[in-house]
């Protein structure tokens, strides 16, 4: 008869090696679901810790889970509590990162019904900001090859900030140029110092296009030669890089 | 009053012993800080003290209320399961001071874990709202970490039904008719005298006098807060209307606001300068419609001031004080049911009710369309069912009840920066604990006083 806190010592041991040998298997599956075809949309990779988590923990739950958040958000709109209601819109993307319409919708309320709803332009272009981050940093971050959030994103910048439908769009076209002239310093904006900076200054801008508005330099050059030369401080321009994106979206 | 206090200290040891009071503690504790790491606000002013208190008071009043039914639940229906209660009644003590006791722990019990995260709460607001921009910070003292008043315009129902009844009677004189429908008639006159009041035709104004005599002192070089709410039949392009508001009235010079874009259906709020109320302690105030179409601005919610009432802290207080009723009746229910019911089925019948309780929207669309089967909108049609005309009747008595506990929002209140009054306390009080409690409470003890507790329990 084996000593009980040997077995257990036993027991233990054997689940560490079983997680370890699935974490390996776990690879090898993968790998191979991607080379046969079995995997209509590509693992999650590089998310957060919630949302790696509530993905896999949850399975199909995350489904009703999102349903039921979702007419939570639609009540909270309607009641003006938009705060909380954004809070349940980023829990709803993070249930369901691949299905595309969420994203969409979620982005189009925050920056077409939301933003309206506030009297202080200041305070919209803050909700418009707000759908197109949500696109441009999270949804294309888990969905780069669905074309339509770049044409939806597209869209915000030609029709929202461009057109002159919003008595704020002076607002959202100052506020996009004010984040713009720290990309580009000077008064004509060059791409290609950005592609290739030379100086200390042009080195930390040309890491903004990257980081923060997930523009690549290369492309937007590509862009600018075929359809430009373009005022890259006008919504306008983003609206063609978008739409191009389409396309071609970036590597 | 001793016998009842050592009965109360009793339930508190048990608290204690069962680690029921360290666990809760902890849970709300916990609740409390790691929510808000969990979730992000905007940055703004608004957007954190609503998410911030929504969340946390939201949690801290689900935890407590289903500890507190728990607990209820337990701590009488146990006793009585495991024959401890034998040991208890034949003391020299009544029966009913064993359940007042009883319930005399819970609830101060209750007050205990509410006061400890309620203080932690309104700790880490403070500290969190002290990392917010200098501007947003502005905001939140003068508009949402205060307890603001409202006043509103005179109620006009009565000029409204007299002018209506007037109406009706000219038309019937001018147009005698034997058969018609003379509700139908008097409602749609109803709408239309209404309507006077709430439509701003295109290109007019409309007035309002907001009697504020009775703060006028204390608002004294206070800003004032306007808050606006109108519907419209058409749809703007932009969606949003342009509104131009006036206030104050000669001899001081007015002051006026530039063109304002405002989304319908929304509430928006427009700071005003101090010192705009008239001699006689009326604000008046104009709004003008320069759009084409018309604009309504219900009777009640159309146009409102706020006013600084009070201090944060206390108005915190108070809407502490609201959940203490509510966890309170939590505590009355679980009581009465395990007074009669064994400790399963006790817990189960009271999150029955609390789910009913929850459910009184659902409850309220059915008496509202008068069925239980729904109104469809596309045919614009009616369901019936057999069953509404039973249903209806006991769905309305249910809502009277519930409402008279659901009636309060302090957490609303608190987040939007209104004044939860004194008076609403009071009500709330009389309303949750001294009424419904005291219905309750009474049936659990008359049947608590009725019960065998001798006789063989289930579990033995």
């Not at chain 2, 229906?77 to 401890?84: G, K, L, P």
């Not at chain 2, 917010?132 to 409202?150: F, K, T």
């Not at chain 2, 009677?169 to 001018?174: A, H, N, P, S, V």
């Amino acid at each position: 008869m084996m000593n009980p806190t040997t077995k257990k010592i036993l027991l233990l041991a054997l689940a560490g090696v079983l997680l370890v040998s699935s974490g390996f298997l776990q690879h090898d599956l993968n790998r191979d679901r991607d080379k046969l075809g079995l995997t209509r949309i590509a693992p999650l990779e590089n998310a957060p810790p919630v949302l790696a988590f509530t993905t896999v923990a949850l399975g199909g739950f995350r489904g009703l889970i999102s349903n039921a958040l979702w007419i939570r958000a639609n009540d909270l709109q309607d009641q003006d509590k938009f705060f909380e209601m954004a809070q349940l819109a980023d829990w709803i993307t993070k249930l369901e990162p691949h299905f595309v319409q969420v994203w969409l919708v979620q982005a189009w309320n925050m920056a077409y019904n939301i933003s309206v709803k506030f009297k202080d332009f200041d305070d919209r272009w803050r909700w418009v900001r707000k759908g197109i981050v949500l696109l441009r940093d999270d949804g294309l971050r888990f969905n780069p090859n669905e074309t339509l959030i770049y044409r939806e994103l597209a869209w915000f910048f030609q029709h929202k900030m461009g057109a002159n439908l919003d008595d704020a769009h002076m607002v959202y076209k100052q506020q996009w140029a004010n984040e713009m002239a720290k990309v580009f310093a000077t008064n004509t904006p060059n791409v290609s110092e950005l592609i290739s900076p030379q100086t200390e200054d042009q080195k930390g801008r040309a890491q903004l296009p990257l980081d923060t508005y997930k523009m690549d330099p290369a492309f937007m050059k590509e862009v600018d030669e075929r359809f430009g030369p373009l005022e890259w401080r006008l919504p306008e321009a983003h609206a063609i890089q978008g739409g191009r994106s389409v396309r071609q979206p970036p590597s | 009053m001793q016998k009842v206090l050592a009965i109360a200290l009793l339930t508190w040891k048990a608290a204690f012993r069962f680690r029921l009071f360290l666990v809760v503690a902890v849970l709300l504790l916990g609740a409390v800080v790691g929510l808000p790491l969990l979730i992000e606000d905007d940055g703004t002013a608004r957007g954190f003290t609503q998410i911030l208190l929504t969340y946390t008071l939201t949690t801290i009043t689900a935890l407590l209320g289903m500890s507190t039914l728990w607990l209820a639940c337990g701590t009488l229906a146990r006793d009585i399961e495991d024959c401890q209660i034998q040991v208890v009644a034949v003391k020299p003590i009544a029966r009913w001071q064993i359940w007042i006791g009883k319930w005399l722990g819970l609830i101060s019990l209750n007050a205990a874990l509410l006061a400890l995260s309620g203080f932690c709460v309104f700790v880490l607001m403070h500290y969190r709202a002290g990392r917010l921009p200098e501007a947003q910070q502005a905001i939140l003292r003068n508009e949402v970490l205060v307890a603001r008043g409202s006043a509103r315009e005179a109620n006009v129902d009565s000029e409204i039904a007299r002018e209506t009844d007037r109406l009706l009677r000219e038309r019937l004189d001018r147009n005698p008719v034997s058969q018609v429908d003379l509700p139908e008639v008097r409602r749609q006159i109803l709408e239309q005298v209404k309507a006077e009041y709430q439509l701003v035709q295109p290109g007019y104004v409309r007035q309002w006098e907001i009697d504020l005599s009775s703060a006028r002192r204390s608002l004294q070089g206070q800003p004032l807060f306007v808050r606006l709410k109108f519907n419209s039949a058409e749809k703007s392009p932009s969606g949003t209307f342009a509104v131009m508001m006036q206030a104050g009235a000669p001899p001081k010079p007015p002051w006026r606001s530039e063109p304002l874009s405002l989304a319908p259906d929304t509430s928006h709020e427009i700071e005003i300068p101090a010192n705009l109320i008239g001699d006689d302690g009326k604000l008046s105030i104009a709004v003008l419609n320069p759009n084409n179409t018309s604009l309504l601005f219900p009777l009640g919610d159309g146009l409102e001031v706020l006013y600084r009432e009070g201090s944060f802290g206390l108005n915190f207080a108070r809407g502490l004080g609201i959940i203490f009723c509510w966890m309170t009746l939590l505590a009355t229910i679980g009581l009465a049911s395990a007074s009669f019911l064994s400790f399963p089925v006790a817990a189960f019948f009271s999150l029955g009710l609390l789910a009913i309780t929850l459910s009184s929207s659902t409850l309220a669309n059915a008496v509202s369309e008068g069925t239980l089967m729904g109104y469809n909108s596309e045919t614009g049609k009616t369901g019936y069912s057999i069953m509404d005309h039973a249903a209806i009747p006991v769905f309305k008595v249910i809502l009277g009840v519930v409402n008279l506990a659901k009636d309060f929002s302090p957490v609303d209140a608190l987040s939007t920066g209104r004044s939860i009054t004194w008076e609403t306390l009071l009500r709330a009080g009389w309303q949750i604990i001294l009424l419904l409690s005291g219905i309750i409470g009474g049936l659990g003890i008359w049947i608590f006083n009725r019960r065998e507790l001798a006789t063989a329990q289930g579990t033995q």
